[in-house]
């Protein structure tokens, strides 16, 4: 828990303990205490009495946690999958970018994201850094803002286009509607200086794949800028096949996996250069046969536990009495 552990494919440190599970300190620590704890729990098993319930219990849960979560870390499977809308994939990758076949395939039916409202935030026309650099400072477009103030400017929303498009003239680029695969969102807006009273007006957008994003130019040193907006959840919609000829439907969200076949599917990423307009879907699929053991031993120490406690409140009636 103090010592960072690297993957397999870094160099360990002397001692090997960024990989603790391969260092021989930490190999020979577990294998005595697993057989000190397992000998102990056999020398109370035997003969059996209820009065050490507790004690077996704790100790044999224990003994089958670590056990089996060893055990499970070894023969653990971490896969990664890319889907594509209506495309059946059976095929993921480890971490060594070798290509496995599954004994499942998902196919991809819907991909959907809610994102957070955009915000305006102002810029160095320079550095191109965020202002002030400190505490930038942001105004966020919820449902009825229509102004705000950013450092000295006070921001007036004019017009709205959640969906839309930018068309570009010979002088400017304004934009319309356009409910439609790409589209962005747009506001027209007002910016007053409030110490030198100069205002400027136009367009501002955080564009999307197909169409860049806007910027409005205040002055020489400032910009209005609407960043890309983030991501509040994604999900999809799959459908997934088993060898057994079962099929499920449901939907992956992130910290909603589905369990199915014994692999736990999550979902991890996207086409984030397309945003919710990705047609793409990436899976981490985790396989761990040991995770039922290593679930096994945890409860026989809860209800160790639980056993504990009764056993204390028998003994403290017994003496009162």
């Known amino acids: 828990g103090l010592i960072r552990q690297l993957p397999s494919d870094h160099p360990a440190d002397m001692l090997g303990f960024s990989r603790m599970l391969s260092a021989w300190p930490f190999v020979l620590l577990y294998i005595w205490m697993v ?12 003969p059996f009495r209820w009065k050490k319930l507790a004690f077996l219990l704790n100790h044999a849960g224990l003994f089958i946690a670590l056990i089996t979560a060893t055990l499970g870390n070894a023969d653990m499977q971490r896969l990664k999958m890319t889907t594509r809308i209506d495309n059946a994939e059976w095929r993921a990758m480890d971490e060594h970018g070798k290509l496995i076949e599954l004994p499942l395939a998902i196919e991809l039916k819907d991909f959907t994201i ?37 450092s000295d400017w006070l921001v007036t929303i004019r017009q709205t286009i959640p969906w839309a498009a930018s068309v570009a003239t010979e002088d400017t680029v304004r934009f319309t ?5 790409g589209a962005t969102y747009a506001v027209y807006l007002q910016a007053i200086n409030q110490k030198t009273k100069t205002a400027k007006e136009g367009w501002v957008s955080c564009g999307s794949f197909i169409f860049p994003y806007k910027a409005l130019r205040l002055d020489s040193l400032t910009s209005l800028i ?14 997934v096949y088993t060898e057994d000829g079962k099929q499920v439907e449901d939907t992956i969200a992130v910290n ?15 086409d984030d250069t397309k945003g919710r307009w990705s047609d793409i879907s990436v899976f981490e699929l985790v396989r761990d046969p040991w995770l039922p053991a290593v679930y096994t031993g945890i409860i026989m120490m ?5 056993c504990l406690f009764v056993n204390a409140q028998k003994r403290k009636e017994e003496d009162a009495e």
């Open 114 to 150: 809610d994102e957070y409202p955009p915000k305006l935030m102002l810029i160095d026309n320079e550095t191109g850094r965020t202002l002030p650099e400190k505490a930038p400072e942001h105004l966020l477009l919820e449902e009825g803002v229509t102004d705000g103030q950013l």
């Open 256 to 270: 909603h996996p589905l369990n199915v076949a014994g692999w736990n599917i999550y979902q991890l990423s996207y």
């Open 35 to 46: 057989t000190v704890l397992g000998l102990t729990t056999l020398r109370a098993g035997f």
């Open 302 to 306: 809860v209800l160790g536990a639980i």
């Open 177 to 181: 509607e356009f409910h439609s695969m």
């Open 226 to 239: 609407m960043p890309e907006r983030e991501p509040q959840r994604f999900a999809s919609t799959v459908k």
